[in-house]
């Protein structure tokens, strides 16, 4: 959650399978490097090409993200350039809450999973149900009474706010 020219990020990852494969293809260019530098003696021109290609799928690893618009949309940023996806906060009928992710179920759209990490999950969780437009409903489903995860907001009593 980072907040960036007056509007709030909440980042988020795709689903695990996709994350892996992501993660390890970015990766691999920074092994490649290495191995050519423990080769030689002297720097190979292709170590600085892999390097600068490792450092742009990290950087674009992490452009992922919902911003909550006052007009009513939720922005949805992906590494996809060509296509931003928004939706209207109004058209969200259900948001299913669990330990390590959340689902939007969207009118007429099939149910998209996000993985989010704790505090940036209920800060967008606070922004998304106070905003006049939602009108779904959020389920908490976790079932796992030893490993409750929303106990811990039980206790806490501040009152959402609007950022």
Known sequence: MIKLFGKMRYHWQPELSWSIIYWSLTFTPIFIALSLLFERTKIPSQVFILFGIFIVLFGSGFHRYFVIDENGKLNIVSLNFFRKSKVAIAQIQKVEVTKSNITL??????????????????????????????RGEVDLIDNFTGLDYFEFYKDDKKAPTRL
């Open 105 to 134: 179920v969207i009118k007429n759209q099939p149910k998209r999973i996000f993985y989010m990490r704790k505090w940036p999950k209920k800060y967008f969780l606070d922004a998304l149900a106070v905003h006049p437009d939602f």
